[in-house]
């Protein structure tokens, strides 16, 4: 018998707004699409909830309806399930603002604040003996650096992005209870026009994008969204810790933001030394534009007069340097207001970032010069009675040129190992170097380090090309300041060599001050092997001296990226997270020998098996030693959109990653016992990554099986990112990138890369020590904890009933292979529910099971719907584009109703 989707009194607004989104939605696709569509996505709803409430005619129901549709009319089907998703997605993220307001609301009341708020921060710091002074310590330690980066299965248009940023704002309009029926009408009559118009606009363009696209796409949240939530976040822990400590304070900067569009090379043949440049000129672009709009608004509001207020000499005196330097902007200023020296300066130094953008005499030097005039006003207003008369405007603006400086987001820059050590070869004459092993590439290339660059090497054009990047790294930097490049990334990094290698490259292209190459190198290791291999090769890189020396002019810090990906792909969802754990505390050991600080950079995905999931429970779980106050991680495609779409949950987002971080910082975890969990979770992991890879890459039908049952030949088909879905030609699970890979295992609902595996070994586990001891450490482990809940949630997404469908396509060879996922998957329920006390998947987070629930009756038709499409598609041999595009739609879809793609 089917539960209720229970909405609990606090979440009746939610019920109430979902129904009336619903219905306009069901309104809409009437008017838009006719009455016969409207029927179709009816009737295939209604057969979708009778099939989940278990009907055994249900299923057939569907196939039926739904089977054999012109191509037209399933886009069109798909087309209104996608936009049901994308206003309850709005309608749930609009839920969440007003859950905030209700916490802040009985906060101010003398009530517990909410978890993981700032206001909770500091309280539990209290309570355990912090004052005011040790605190603001911990503060001044976090770092928190996102990492916006491009990914092939999001492309979603600006104009689409736009129109769900105007419905948020009218859904947050609705908020307000005090407002008269007459403004309650107008706002759903503006969510009905922009529902509307989006269903009229093609949401993913034809065309593949372009580097520039990924680039607008990155800019719209980090200039629309962020750009206005820094100041405001700040605020939010001042007050914070006024109210607890009583004290006002400044807080210390603890933010900082990155991209990787335009600067990672890494298999997307379109990023180069032009697109480093292009970017960050872009960049530049809309940051200073950003900054006029907000000197003019702010000028307008400082027009105290010399006669009425005190204003210091020296921004009188830099208003009348500035009237000199930029005349042409002094005479627009109109001569009555000409005695407002603060209005004055503000359009002088206006005047000024705009010489800076259009690269023009008398342009900023660098961004302290801007910070510098925005103090001489801040300081004024503050000594003359300005407190409440447009300080406040003055500082959120410095903030924010504190934060992004002249170039919005630091750009980091990532390129292959394999591609370097071609480049290396030939500058050392030796054509045999890449393929030396690896500890003679080291011994070769460290001797080169000590030595000055041979001069007479003649780059080719596609050396020319890599020793380009470096070049214009080196001009960006001069140009836009130091922080406007992060660190140079280095993909597959298998050996010490690797990292030298980009200390070469760089000499020989003139990346070079004062005889340093001013260049962060972080070797990214991926796969399982190269995780373990990771301790070793770092303390063969340490004793390296040129390395050493290197390292002295970088602070004596070193960044490493590990990522979650391709380990996960290669091992499976235990094995990749043991193995990332067991990495970062066995990369601890030589740093710390060495008196060398470390950040680590975590390439995260969107989804669970390529290391999504709840922020809080990863940092909780992060090894002893590993977070030095410091969280810096990638965040990509549909993530973006979920954690920095609207101002309200992006704010919510950095609070709860600052302040899981300060308390992870605060009170470090240690419990002895970890060291005989350890040894059972090594065990654990080996197991499971046994039987992940004896399926994925032992099972002689694995390969046809996953081509049969899922539709990557589809989304390999798609125009939807810039890089290939395959870094090499071939069928090879080891050719297809991770993104591909997750994405077609959770189109067919097997969500495979996620729990795979990880069932056969807590079982194995059981039967030699007991389900008490693995009770035990689910917990009071955190590690285990968040990977159990991680994968909980996976299990809970995943659908075998429709999987089976999917596993048809693969036709009789399929079915040993789907037996083994089923009974696995069964198997892995089982024991996650058993190691965590539980009787269903998500019992403990009702909304989340609730979010899913409310989405199943329209993923699964679009599911059912996609089958027959991939039937139809491949009898043609692939060749039926209208075919085709339907695929492509349901694609889309479907990720939007999971919420997960790769």
């Known amino acids: 018998m089917a539960r209720e989707i229970d909405f609990p009194t606090k979440d009746v607004a939610l019920r109430d707004d979902v129904r009336l989104l619903g219905a306009m939605v069901g309104d809409i696709v009437r008017e ?43 886009e069109a089907v798909v087309r209104s399930f996608a936009t049901y998703f994308q206003v309850v997605n709005l309608g749930e993220t ?36 912090h004052d005011a002074a040790s605190a603001m310590k911990i503060l001044a330690r976090i770092r928190i650096e996102p ?38 009408r107008r706002a759903i009559a503006r969510i009905r026009a922009e529902v509307t118009s989006a269903w009229q606009t093609l949401e993913h363009p034809s065309e593949r994008p372009t580097v520039a696209d990924e680039l607008e796409f990155v800019l719209f949240f980090l200039s629309d969204v962020v750009y206005r939530i820094v100041p405001p976040l700040y605020e939010q822990l001042e007050d914070a810790f006024l109210q607890v400590f009583g004290e006002t304070v400044r807080a210390p900067a603890v933010l900082g933001f990155a991209s990787w569009v335009g600067g990672d090379m890494d298999g997307n043949p379109n990023v180069s030394a032009q697109t480093i440049r292009g970017t960050l000129a872009r960049q530049r672009e809309v940051i200073l534009s950003r900054y006029r709009g907000e000197l003019h608004r702010v000028s307008g509001l400082l027009t105290q007069s010399e006669a009425r207020v005190n204003i210091a000499p020296a921004v ?84 924010r040129v504190e934060t992004f400086g002249f170039h919005l987001a630091t750009l980091d820059v990532r390129q ?116 373990e291999a990771g301790p070793a090769i770092l303390r063969e890189l340490l004793s390296v001296d040129g390395y050493r020396t290197h390292l002295a002019t970088r602070d004596n810090h070193q960044m490493i990226m590990i990522g979650y990906s391709d380990s996960n792909k290669d091992g499976g969802i235990a094995a990749s997270r043991w193995a990332l754990h067991r990495a970062q505390t066995a990369l601890l050991a030589p740093l710390n020998d060495a008196g060398v600080d470390i950040t680590f950079f975590h390439g995260r995905g969107g989804t669970i098996s390529r290391g999504g999931g709840k922020t809080h429970l990863a940092v909780l779980s992060a090894p ?108 090879r699970v080891e050719d297809l990138r991770a993104i591909p890979w997750v994405f077609a295992w959770t189109q067919s609902r097997h969500l495979l890369p996620g729990w795979y ?75 996650v529910l058993q190691a965590r006390g539980r009787e269903r998947l998500l019992e403990d987070d009702v909304t989340l099971e609730r979010s899913i629930r409310l989405r199943n009756p329209y993923v699964d038709p679009m599911s059912l719907l996609q089958i027959d499409l991939l039937r139809r598609w491949r009898a043609t041999d692939g060749t039926d584009d209208a075919l085709l595009g339907a695929l492509v739609t349901t694609v889309n879809g479907i990720a939007a109703g999971l919420q997960n793609t790769g």
């Not at 009778?50 to 054999?68: F, I, M, S, V, W």
Request: hydrophobic share 40%; aromatic share 6%.
């Open 416 to 531: 292959h190992a394999e591609v370097h050590r071609a480049v290396a070869g030939r500058i050392l004459g030796d054509p045999k170097f890449p393929e030396r092993s690896a500890p003679e590439r080291t011994r070769i290339l460290s001797q080169a380090l000590a030595t000055p660059p041979v001069e007479a090497f003649l780059p080719d054009a596609a050396d020319d090309a890599v020793l380009e990047v470096f070049r214009a790294i080196k001009e960006c930097q001069l140009k836009y300041g130091h922080r406007a490049i992060g660190p140079y990334i280095v993909s597959m990094s298998q050996g010490t060599d690797d990292v030298l290698a980009v200390l070469l490259l760089a000499r020989h292209a003139g990346l070079v001050e004062d005889n340093v190459v001013p260049l962060d190198v972080a070797p990214l290791f991926e796969t399982v092997p190269d995780l």
């Open 94 to 129: 609009i839920h969440r603002i007003r859950r905030r307001r209700e916490y802040e609301r009985l906060a101010s009341e003398g009530g517990r604040p909410q978890l993981y708020s700032f206001h909770d921060l500091l309280e539990g710091l209290k309570e355990t003996g």
């Open 624 to 731: 002893e030693g590993s977070l030095r106050g410091r969280l810096r991680t990638t965040e990509q495609g549909e993530m973006i959109a979920a954690k920095y779409g609207l101002r309200g949950i992006a704010m919510r987002t950095l609070e709860r990653a600052a302040v899981s971080v300060a308390r992870a910082t605060a009170s470090p975890m240690h419990d002895p016992r970890e060291a005989d969990w350890a040894k059972a979770m090594s065990t654990i992991a080996d197991e499971a990554r046994a039987t992940y890879r004896g399926l994925v890459y032992e099972h002689p039908g694995f390969v046809d099986y996953f081509r049969s049952a899922t539709p990557i030949d589809v989304i390999e088909k798609m125009r939807i990112g810039s890089r290939p879905s395959s870094r090499k030609s071939g069928r």
């Open 32 to 74: 838009q699409g006719g009455d016969s569509l409207f029927e179709i996505v009816e009737s295939a709803r209604a057969a979708a909830i009778r099939r989940r409430e278990g009907d055994p005619k249900a299923d057939a129901e569907l196939a039926t309806r739904l089977g054999g549709c012109d191509p037209h009319i399933c």
């Open 316 to 399: 009188v005196d830099r208003a009348a340097a500035y009237g000199r330097m930029f005349p042409a902007a002094m005479e627009r200023i109109p001569r009555r207001q000409r005695d407002m020296s603060y209005l004055v300066l503000l359009r002088g130094i206006e005047a000024r970032v705009v010489a800076t953008r259009d690269e023009r005499a008398y342009a900023y030097t660098g961004v302290d010069e801007l910070l510098e005039d925005l103090a001489l006003i801040e300081e004024s207003l503050a000594a003359n009675r300005g407190s409440n008369a447009g300080l406040f405007s003055v500082r959120r603006l410095a903030r």
């Open 757 to 831: 595996g990880l069932g056969t070994s807590l079982e194995s586990f059981c039967q030699r020590e007991g389900i008490a001891s693995l009770m035990e450490m689910a917990d009071e482990w955190p590690f285990l904890l968040a990977l159990l809940a991680d994968v909980e949630m996976v299990l809970a997404k995943a659908d075998m009933p429709i999987a089976t469908h999917y596993a048809d396509l693969a036709g009789e060879a399929g079915q040993p292979i789907f037996s083994m996922v089923r009974e696995e998957y069964e198997r892995t329920v089982r024991m």
């Open 147 to 184: 990492v916006f980066t491009a990914h092939p299965t999001e492309n979603t248009r600006p104009a689409i992005l736009e129109k769900r940023q105007r419905i948020a704002r009218a859904l947050v309009d609705r908020l307000d209870p005090s407002r008269p029926p007459s403004e309650e």
